[in-house]
């Protein structure tokens, strides 16, 4: 089914309801100036975005009851929007790239890579809650992360410099890897998680970084930890 909205005011919702959804959200025009959310009561199965040029609305929400795959969803290099993921269950991610924006994401099942070794997120920054784990392959300046229960395992493989601006499990290991430096403003692991973190080729800047119990690891590969 293919629609088209002349520019409502403020914000639209489309509600999808139960089923295997899938949606597609193609170049939305400059001037449409609502925020977009998209809302599924059962899986949202696949979803592509391309978002060629800028539009005013404030957000492009994506939220199911159920399971959620993300399949591409991209706007345009140096455009600034804001894309946001929440998935009442599993969050699996192959690419999402949101030019100089904002990228949300919240599961409440884990969060995964679909990908391999490919980057899942692109953006400026990244804020991510998942209920278990995450695993994310990432292209961005800064990350707030946090797992809210269990065993749930935070790792993120960063290409380039990365801000780690908080970084949290309830009682899981977090493992972060950064191409270039890396600033870990507050990384904590509660309960028995241990935490590593690794710069390739940058140096490493310790604010605060603190194990309830677990061990703690930081590596500067070429350059120093300060």
């Known amino acids: 089914i293919t629609t088209t909205f002349r520019n409502p005011a403020n914000a639209l919702t489309i509600n999808t309801f139960l089923g295997e959804d899938a949606m597609t959200v193609d170049s939305l025009e400059p001037i449409f100036s609502s925020s ?22 404030s957000f492009i929400r994506f939220n199911s009851g159920g399971a959620m795959t ?26 999402i790239s949101a030019g100089i924006g904002t990228v949300v994401l919240s599961a409440r099942g884990s969060i995964t890579d679909s990908n391999g070794s490919a980057v899942n ?56 890897v950064s191409g270039g430096d890396m600033i870990a403003n507050m990384v ?23 194990p309830a119990t677990g061990a703690i690891a930081i590596t500067a590969s070429s350059g120093k930890i300060e």
Do not use: K
């Open 70 to 95: 993300v399949n591409n969803a991209t706007v345009a290099l140096g455009v600034a929007q804001n894309l946001q993921f929440d998935s009442g269950a599993d969050l699996a991610i192959s690419t």
């Open 188 to 210: 904590r692991a509660n309960g028995s998680g241990a935490i590593s973190l690794q710069s390739v080729a940058g140096d490493v800047t310790v604010n605060e970084v603190t």
């Open 121 to 176: 997120i692109a953006a400026s920054h990244l804020t991510a809650t998942a209920v278990e784990s995450m695993d994310l392959d990432t292209a961005v300046s800064s990350i707030v992360a946090t797992t809210t229960t269990g065993m749930g395992t935070i790792i993120v493989e960063e290409i380039d410099q990365l801000t780690l601006e908080n970084v949290v499990t309830d009682n899981g290991n977090i493992t972060v």
């Open 36 to 57: 977009l959310t998209i809302h599924s009561g059962a899986n949202l199965n696949v979803i592509n975005v391309n978002q060629s040029t800028p539009f005013s609305g």
